[in-house]
């Protein structure tokens, strides 16, 4: 079974991923490989340079992410530029990962742009983990060192909750304590299995 996770960014998705992996899914995290397909020596790297130039490298040759960031995030057309050099090779990688999956695994891609990129269609169900908007802004500015307008911005750049709600066949609500979202997910992995 394919399965698609998503989520708004600081919903909760990597502890849902963490979860999933518990309960023996093979999880296939987008981010992970957007990391690998643009590391240094790539081709993905040499293009995104290509576009934005040498001030989205630190020191060493690597991508600076919150550089690029910086960049494109209040700038829907500018964040289209990685976008289309990064995705295609995301989605190529995954494929490979996914093929290389057990039979019968339940295979989750966490994907945090799947609304966005208009990818729920392609998965057998898919789950949000959702949160409000003001809980996302204090888990950015509590632990990634994020202003408020650089929080809200990046949900901006999102798509909107109700969006992702729209795309959703379970939704995971991570508002409450640890055990809840541990029981939340047990209760979605014995649907999947069952459905």
């Given at each position: 079974?394919?399965?698609?996770?998503?989520?708004?960014?600081?919903?909760?998705?990597?502890?849902?991923?963490?979860?999933l992996?518990?309960?023996?899914?093979?999880?296939?995290?987008?981010?992970?490989?957007?990391?690998?397909?643009?590391?240094?020596?790539?081709?993905?790297?040499?293009?995104?340079?290509?576009?934005?130039?040498?001030?989205?490298?630190?020191?060493?040759?690597?991508?600076?992410?919150?550089?690029?960031?910086?960049?494109?995030?209040?700038?829907?057309?500018?964040?289209?530029?990685?976008?289309?050099?990064?995705?295609?090779?995301v989605?190529?990688?995954?494929?490979?990962?996914?093929?290389?999956?057990?039979?019968?695994?339940?295979?989750?891609?966490?994907?945090?742009?799947?609304?966005?990129?208009?990818?729920?269609?392609?998965?057998?169900?898919?789950?949000?983990?959702?949160?409000?908007?003001?809980?996302?802004?204090?888990?950015?500015?509590?632990?990634?060192?994020?202003?408020?307008?650089?929080?809200?911005?990046?949900?901006?750049?999102?798509?909107?909750?109700?969006?992702?709600?729209?795309?959703?066949?379970?939704?995971?609500?991570?508002?409450?304590?640890?055990?809840?979202?541990?029981?939340?997910?047990a209760?979605?992995?014995?649907?999947?299995?069952?459905?």
């Amino acid at each position: 079974m394919r399965v698609g996770l998503t989520g708004g960014v600081a919903s909760g998705k990597t502890s849902v991923g963490e979860l999933l992996v518990e309960h023996g899914a093979v999880l296939i995290d987008a981010d992970l490989l957007a990391r690998e397909v643009v590391a240094p020596g790539t081709t993905g790297l040499e293009e995104v340079v290509a576009a934005f130039g040498t001030e989205v490298l630190d020191p060493e040759g690597a991508l600076d992410r919150p550089a690029l960031g910086a960049l494109v995030f209040a700038d829907e057309a500018a964040r289209r530029r990685p976008e289309a050099i990064i995705h295609p090779r995301v989605r190529a990688r995954a494929a490979e990962l996914e093929a290389a999956a057990p039979a019968g695994a339940l295979v989750v891609h966490d994907i945090p742009l799947l609304v966005e990129t208009g990818q729920a269609d392609a998965f057998d169900a898919v789950i949000v983990v959702d949160a409000p908007a003001e809980l996302q802004v204090q888990r950015m500015v509590g632990s990634r060192g994020l202003t408020v307008a650089e929080a809200e911005a990046r949900i901006a750049a999102q798509a909107t909750r109700e969006e992702r709600l729209a795309a959703a066949t379970y939704v995971i609500d991570n508002t409450g304590t640890w055990d809840d979202l541990r029981h939340r997910v047990a209760e979605v992995v014995a649907a999947l299995r069952s459905g």
